[in-house]
Structure formats: structure tokens, C-alpha cells
């Protein structure tokens, strides 16, 4: 990313970052992974190009998710509401009549099928509820506004069978984005509200104004540059700042659901997830935030006890706001 024209900047000298000795050993071993130099975006008019990368990134998260065991007594159901497909993944002991209803992640494009699939069998076990986790569409075929009007069919879908205080919405990353912009629309649309939202790393600023996304440029693991190009192809046109694209330009001063919030020290979105903790707490809205040592997008992706402890404290935040 370069500095916003017209505003000052700070030059700060070229230095090594170190590993911190803070974090476990798992987790330092994420930190000092190499890295390898990420492919230049398509030009955005280049629709064979962005499916053909999207396909290339969305095999190899692939095969990282089918490395990592699942509970074989967690069952999943394909199933289709008003024409989304969804998965609907119950884990074993489940209280019936709880849902957690997932977005996926993958910087509002990636993640889709078998990936979505895989993760949210990992996530009814670690929430110990039924998930339905919502395959929406993307671009380049399907850019704004169609991901977030499938996700609201699914919630209405969702809401006919349930109470409200029966579900907690949740997305991490883009998922997270749909997340907060569905409870929005849910909210401006006169739907009822869920028991609680979690938040994940989200990226609910696609305007990417916030000071991690200068100061955590590089030392992020996982987010290693800006996704504007991305962020641009997703909107179709559509004003950035527009509180379904971006909701942390949102009024929650009308109404929302407490909110658990989770980021790292290095996270490119950390600013993300201040400022969205931030603006909830001003509106007199329930958030608790939680940021993790060292971590980068997505935690320690799963792979360090840190990872587990976060976990931990989900599945205590969920538990404290479900009714039965």
C-alpha cells in the first residue's frame, strides 16, 4: 500500500522484526515460515484470469483443510435454501434447536465448496451446536450485492424453524464482512435480531483506512498485501464506503446483537476490529474484543494453543448467549 495523497507520513528506517519469545513454540514456528511472493492481481476486466487464480488458491486451502482430521460422528447435510446451497453440519451431543449459522471466509471470493464444506464441520465441533454454513455465491461471476442478499435468504430461510435467540451468526475474515452486513440488512429489513455475533479478523472496511493496514503490512503471515484489486471486483461500482460493503461505517445506534470480536497484534485487519469494537461500544452495544500476542489473520491458523485457548473463549461467549 502506498501513503493517502495529501496526508503526511512517518519514514521509518528499514529493521528486522523479530520472533517474539511471548508466544508458544508452535506459534513462533507460523511466525518464521517463509514467505513466498504472492502473484500480481488479474486486471479486473480479466474474468478467465481471476478464475483461474481463485481456482489455483482454492486448491491449495484445499489441501490444507483435508490434512487436518474431523470427528467422523459429525454429520453433514447438503441442503438448499431458497436456491442457496447450505451445509448443515450437526456434531455429536448438539443441543437441538441451536444453530450457528456460518459465513466463510476467502477474501470475499475464495472459499466456496468442499473448502466451506470442510471448515464448517471443524466449527460445529469446536461450538459443539449445529451449523449451517452458507455457500454463497462470488465474483467474478457474482459480485455485490448477490453474496450478501444469499446470505439474508438463509437467515430468513433459517429464522421460519427457529427463534432468534436460538442462533449466533458468525464469519471470520469476508465472512466476516457478510456477517455484520447481514445482521444490517437483517436489522433495516425488520427481521429479529440473533442472540450474538462472532467476528473473526473481519474485514469490514473495504476502504482499508485503518493504520494496521500501513503498520501491519509485511509482518502479517497470511495477509501480506492489500486486497483493494479484490475489494474493487467484489463492490461491482458500488460506493465502498456503503455500510453493506464496509459495516463499519454502519448506525448500530438502531440495533445489534452483542458481539464477540477477535484479532492479533499483527493482523492486517487489526485496525478493522478496534474500530468495529470501538463504534459498537459507543452505540452502548455489547462487545468483547479479544486480541491475541503476535498473532496474524486468523490466529495461528489453528495450529498453536493459542488457537485453542481463543477457541475456548468462543465457545464461552456463544454458550452465555444461546437460549434453549
Known amino acids: 500500500m502506498t501513503p493517502i495523497e495529501g496526508l503526511p507520513s512517518l519514514h521509518l528506517p528499514a529493521r528486522d522484526i523479530p520472533i517474539p519469545s511471548s508466544v508458544s513454540a508452535e506459534a513462533r514456528a507460523i511466525l518464521a515460515a517463509p514467505r513466498q511472493a504472492a502473484a500480481a492481481y488479474p486486471p479486473p476486466d480479466d474474468v478467465p484470469a481471476w478464475k483461474a487464480m481463485i481456482a489455483a488458491q482454492d486448491a491449495a486451502v484445499a489441501a490444507m483443510v483435508d490434512s487436518r482430521p474431523v470427528d467422523a460422528a459429525v454429520t453433514v447435510e447438503d441442503a438448499e435454501f431458497d436456491g442457496v446451497p447450505v451445509y448443515v453440519v450437526t456434531p455429536p451431543g448438539a443441543t ?4 450457528y449459522l456460518e459465513l466463510h471466509g476467502g477474501a470475499l471470493i475464495l472459499g466456496g465448496g468442499l473448502i466451506c464444506r470442510g471448515m464448517a464441520a471443524r466449527t460445529a465441533a469446536r461450538i459443539g ?8 455465491r462470488m465474483p467474478p461471476d457474482h459480485p455485490y450485492p448477490t453474496p450478501l442478499k444469499d446470505c439474508v435468504a438463509v437467515y430468513r430461510a433459517l429464522l421460519k424453524d427457529h427463534r432468534p435467540e436460538q442462533i449466533v451468526i458468525g464469519g471470520g475474515s469476508a ?3 457478510l456477517a455484520a452486513a447481514l445482521l444490517l440488512r437483517a436489522r433495516d429489513e425488520g427481521l429479529p435480531l440473533p ?3 462472532v467476528l473473526n479478523t473481519p474485514e469490514v472496511d473495504l476502504t482499508e483506512s485503518g493504520d494496521s493496514f500501513q503498520t501491519n503490512l509485511g509482518l502479517d503471515p497470511v495477509l501480506q498485501r ?13 460506493d465502498l464506503t456503503d455500510p453493506y460493503l464496509s459495516p463499519l461505517f454502519g448506525d448500530f445506534t438502531k440495533g445489534f446483537p452483542p458481539t464477540m470480536l477477535t484479532t492479533g497484534t499483527r493482523d492486517l485487519f487489526l485496525s478493522n476490529t478496534v474500530r468495529l469494537h470501538r463504534a459498537l461500544r459507543a452505540a452502548g452495544i455489547r462487545a468483547d474484543l479479544h486480541v491475541m500476542e503476535a498473532a496474524g489473520h486468523g490466529g ?12 475456548r473463549e468462543i465457545r464461552r461467549f456463544v454458550d452465555a448467549h444461546w437460549a434453549d
Do not use: C, I, K
Open 175 to 177: 465472512g466476516g464482512n
Open 195 to 197: 442472540a450474538a455475533l
Open 129 to 136: 451446536a449445529q451449523v449451517w454454513s452458507v455457500d454463497y
Open 300 to 311: 495461528f491458523l489453528g495450529m498453536a494453543p493459542e488457537d485453542t485457548e481463543l477457541d
Open 226 to 238: 492489500s486486497l483493494m484489486p479484490v475489494n474493487l471486483l467484489y463492490a461491482a461500482g458500488h
Open 96 to 99: 437441538e434447536g441451536r444453530v
